[in-house]
């Protein structure tokens, strides 16, 4: 913006000797927005006379010093004319102090008779003031007119020093008051959530801030573009004025701050970079207040990311144009009692936050910081077996629970709020509590905490077991877990494939039948395909898969490079995480897990036959369809797994820019800093110890409920909806208050009945022999054979059961040392042949159509697990072996109805609605009361009865509980168990039957039929 017109320039001088920033009076109709050159002649009227009146003789005599103060003494109370509003004389060069524009800076502060402290009424709860009363409408006239008048100056003495001053102090001052008005907006917002108020109302506040920021913003961000030269020589030296407040006894005017206290340098670059910051502060505050509100649609989130977008963009690149400005400053290496380099650590959170934001409304994540696909189960208790009973006890206990003291928190920060008195100790107790708030959040993110008197790195405390017990060494640790299981998995798969293929080549060549992989056909009723098919779809997910695992493989070493490193590495592995971020955004070939979920779902209903009738006995028919449910099931397992580490990185993301946000408020939160602050209008925020720890209480305990809720929808493999009164897991979303925790966590125990239907215990085997191998002695009273397992040797006899079983363990049988073990990697995702585990629907057929003769069983849940190994004899007088157990990778849980049969995107056949299914994640407390995934697998030393009577009794070493609640099907087992040591053999390979684990489980049974005469009435 810059006036160059020499006429009307003169004018402008003119004015200056005569009224020329006079201001309508309140109540009068002003001019609110920045005024241009002709409008400022319609300002500038006094009494109905034109601004040229003044012109005659006075404009070219105006000069120096006296045009100067002429404009400052309408600007600054210290600056004026000690006299009435009435009593000012513009022609006489007299300009009540009463009329300045930026009188706030003398007016906001006053001393308190009784308590004799410097207070801001302003600011107060107790007999508040109203701050338009100091700045409003007149004062943005006053002051839009006087930045006219100093550009026109500035066009004639561009060399003038305290023009170009001038002109930065009424950016400066009216980007304050913008920003007080603003803070006094959010501050409402605070009130009205605090006194239980509708969402709206607070959408409203924060709205009218954002306006107020944004608007400040526009005016301030002028100064890079108008005047860069001024900005540019004069900001390095300039430091923050202190506000005044009157003195009745010594009749003055006191600075407000101590001498020393504000910064002396950069306060201009300061304050833009404070601007953008709380600009994108205010706009993610929106985005969160929509959802929580429950107002979301796909209209409004498209408009919501737009504006994101949108101001993303511009704050980006008027940064930018800054950098490019000062290309020889570090903003980050300025001394950092200036704020500068803590305002640029600010802006680059709230950057982060609103790409935050924009994932929250696409769903991508949540505000809460909680990943979608973690669900709390299988916790260890002696009272419950369900998760869901287990975390509600921490919401309700009387005097811990979550919710309890988020009720308590939020009622003493209603009535501190209430009672409010803006003064120095009061930001100073505000900053000490916010302080040891973030040590503590810090701690529980990072293991490091700041003690009281510490605000500098240097004087962290941090401990090895601090930083192994925190949320980003859980998230390590699962991170590293997953991918693991990701490169046993791919290996699994290439096995499990290659010996299908291998199987099947040989077989259809002992037949003497050609293209044997199109002769074996997979029926799944709407439609066939040949195996060969099938592998081959198989195989380009196996690619898709291998090409990704460079990239999840980046993503755990810069998790373990980060644990390697100093505890604030946290901006280095942020940006190893960007990048890893941004290579999975550019890809579109992930499988989904639903979609892997679907798939699965219609292998377990579907069937293979043998079109030539020549290649499949019943054997190898049965060990084939085994082999391919564990395929299919370890596709599942992939997908899961790839989508846990997706959801992982997006989740880091929000982590570690509250870990750098914390950081930059620790070490900028000392005592000097809240006096500073005090007088530093910026920060003018009615901000209380006990707000902020109601919003950490708040926080924490909606965090829990979220937990809760999904451990309640596993209880009961059931969505938590509750119709009239339309309340579902999702509303924890919109909880505003304690009462509507109460009322959410109400709800929840009522949806917990046991009337919905009763849990049947049962004690069942699965044979890996049978259900692994898929070596079944005999199948409708006909002995079977099979091909030897190595196939090195499968041109020799075919062997029995038993006997391919023993020649497989003897290939798994690997030697460490003198201990020889044998390892089995398997999948439980099958229902096993002679049990009722993971029992599905049974599909029959009527007129030709197929449907649900009998539903089968839902929520089949483990409460022990035995290992027992049947055997013919004994070489040691042992009753047991030490063996090893790992629960893993994918867990299964049938829904409470029968799915439906689909198409695929891909054409392929598909069950919808079947399976539940989730990551195999174990639970551990991290930080500070915080729950997270620590692991996608975990392993029990225990041991495996040698069973030779056949009794199938174990005893306490040979039964585990820590796999309770956990789904009966998963596809990541591992069994290890000993066979020889170095006192020799401990059990003998030829001896071995089969290996078993006996499952103590419970699952609810439906009564659905869809069956013509059936009843489709649902679960029992």
């Known amino acids: ?141 006053r002051t839009s007119v006087a930045e006219i008048l100093i550009y026109e100056q500035l066009e004639l003495y561009p060399t003038n020093l305290d023009l170009q001053q001038s002109l930065l102090d009424l950016y400066y001052d009216r980007a304050v008051a913008e920003i007080v008005h603003a803070n006094i907006a959010l501050d409402k917002a605070l009130s009205s959530r605090l006194n239980g108020e509708l969402a709206a109302i607070e959408i409203e506040h924060v709205g009218n801030a954002f306006t107020l920021l944004n608007s400040a913003f526009v005016e301030y961000v002028a100064l890079v573009e108008n005047t860069p030269t001024y900005l540019q020589q004069l900001t390095s030296s300039r430091g923050q004025v202190s506000p005044r407040y009157y003195d009745s006894v010594t009749n003055t005017q006191n600075d407000v701050a101590p001498a020393g206290v504000l910064p002396g ?329 639903e979609a892997a979920n679907v798939t699965l779902a219609a292998e377990h209903r579907a069937s293979l036959y043998d079109s030539s009738g020549k290649i499949l006995q019943a054997g190898s028919q049965y060990r084939l369809e085994s082999l391919w449910l564990e395929v299919n099931a370890i596709v599942l397992e992939l997908a899961q797994s790839e989508a846990t580490l997706v959801q992982e990185a997006k989740r880091l993301s929000v982590i570690l820019n509250q870990a750098k946000s914390l950081v930059a408020v620790a070490t900028s939160d000392a005592p000097m800093a809240a006096q500073r602050y005090f007088a530093d209008l910026i920060y003018s925020r009615r901000i209380t110890e006990t707000a902020l720890k ?123 040392g003198s201990d020889t073990w044998v390892t089995i990697e398997f999948s439980t995702v099958k229902e096993p042949v002679r049990s009722d585990l993971f029992t599905g629907p049974i599909i029959s057929e009527v007129d030709g159509e197929s449907c649900i003769a009998v539903a089968g069983a839902y929520g089949d849940k483990i409460e022990t697990v035995e290992l027992n190994i049947p055997i013919l004899y004994s070489t040691s007088g042992e009753v047991q072996t030490p063996a090893y157990l790992t629960y893993g990778g994918a867990s299964v849980v049938r829904d409470s109805l029968p799915g439906n049969e689909v198409i695929t995107d891909e054409g392929a056949a598909g069950v919808e609605g079947e399976f539940n299914t989730y990551s195999a994640l174990f639970w551990d407390a991290a930080g500070l009361s915080q729950l997270a995934a620590v692991r996608n697998s975990y392993r029990v030393p225990m041991s495996a009865a040698l069973d030779v009577f056949g009794s199938g009794a174990g005893s306490i070493n040979t039964v585990t509980n820590k796999f309770k609640e956990r789904s009966v099907a998963a596809t990541g087992w591992r069994l290890s168990f000993l066979l020889e040591d170095i006192y020799g053999s401990v059990v003998d390979v030829e001896a071995i039957r089969d290996v078993e684990l006996i499952f103590e489980h419970r699952f609810k049974a439906s009564n659905y039929s869809s069956c013509a005469g059936g009843d489709p009435s649902g679960p029992l």
């Open 694 to 816: 109601a919003t950490s209480d708040f926080d924490r305990a909606q965090q829990w409920l979220f937990y809760t809720a999904e451990a309640l929808e596993y209880k009961w493999q059931k969505p938590f909806a509750i119709r009239d009164v339309d309340i579902s897991k999702g509303s924890v979303f919109h909880l505003r208050s304690a009462g509507d925790m109460w009322d959410f966590y109400g709800k929840m125990m009522d949806f917990d009945s046991p009337g919905i239907a009763t849990s049947h215990q049962e004690r069942d085997v699965f044979s890996i022999k049978e259900d692994v191998f898929g070596y079944r002695d005999s199948i409708n009273g006909r002995e079977q054979t099979y091909l030897h397992p190595d196939p090195n040797q499968q041109n020799g006899p075919r062997l029995s059961a038993r006997e391919a079983f023993q020649e497989q363990l003897k290939l798994l049988a690997r030697t460490f």
């Open 265 to 593: 340098e950069y306060k201009d670059i300061t304050l833009l970079y404070q601007l953008m910051g709380n600009l994108a502060a205010v706009k993610v505050q929106q985005a969160g207040l929509l959802i929580e509100s429950d107002q979301l649609n796909s209209s409004l989130s498209t408009q919501m990311i737009d504006e994101i977008l949108s101001l993303r963009n511009t704050l980006v690149a008027k940064e930018a144009e800054l950098r490019t400005l000062f290309s020889g400053t570090d903003f980050t290496e300025v001394s950092s009692h200036s704020g500068l380099p803590q305002a640029v650590e600010q802006w680059h959170f709230q950057l982060d936050q609103l790409e935050n934001a924009m994932s929250w409304l696409t769903g991508d994540t949540n505000f809460l910081g909680m990943s979608k696909l973690a669900v709390p189960h299988g916790f260890s208790s002696d009272t419950h077996f369900d998760a869901f009973n287990i975390l509600s006890e921490f919401l309700d206990g009387e005097d811990t629970g979550f919710i309890v003291q988020a009720d308590s928190s939020l009622a003493t920060a209603k009535l501190d709020y209430d009672n409010y008195l803006h003064n120095a100790q009061a930001l100073t107790d505000a900053y000490i509590g916010r302080h040891e708030l973030s040590s503590n959040k810090l701690y529980s993110l990072l293991g490091a905490r700041f003690p009281s008197s510490c605000y500098e790195k240097s004087c962290v405390d941090i401990t090895s077991e601090a930083r192994d017990n925190s949320e980003v060494a859980a998230w390590s640790r699962n991170v590293e877990s997953v991918q693991n299981s990701i490169t046993l998995s791919l290996q699994r798969l290439d096995n499990r494939l290659a010996k299908i293929e291998l199987e099947v080549e040989r077989l259809a060549q002992d037949a003497g039948v050609a293209d044997g992989f199109e002769k074996i056909v997979v029926d799944y009723h709407s439609q066939q395909s040949s195996l060969g098919q099938q592998i081959n779809r198989i195989r380009q997910k196996q690619e898709v898969f291998n090409s990704h695992s460079v990239l999840f493989e980046s993503l755990s070493i810069a998790a373990q490079t980060y644990m390697s490193s100093s505890w604030d590495a946290v901006g280095e592995l942020s940006d190893r995480l960007v990048a890893v971020n941004n290579s999975i955004d550019t890809l579109d070939d992930f499988t989904l897990p």
């Open 1 to 141: 913006m810059k006036y160059s017109s020499k006429s009307t320039a003169v004018m402008g001088l003119a004015l200056v000797a005569g009224l020329s920033l006079h201001s309508p009076a309140r109540g009068e109709s002003g001019v609110t927005d920045k005024l241009s050159g002709n409008e400022l002649i319609v300002a500038s009227k006094l009494d109905g006379a034109s601004a040229l009146d003044f012109s005659t003789g006075i404009g070219t005599q105006v000069e120096g010093q006296l045009l100067v103060d002429a404009i400052r003494k309408q600007l600054y109370y210290n600056e004026a004319d000690s006299v009435s509003a009435e009593a000012e004389d513009p022609q006489g060069g007299v300009y009540s102090r009463d009329n300045a524009a930026f009188r706030y800076l003398d007016l906001m502060y006053s001393l308190d008779g009784t308590s004799e402290e410097v207070i801001n009424s302003y600011l107060s709860s107790v007999s508040p003031k109203e701050f338009s009363d100091l700045y409003g409408d007149p004062e943005r006239a």
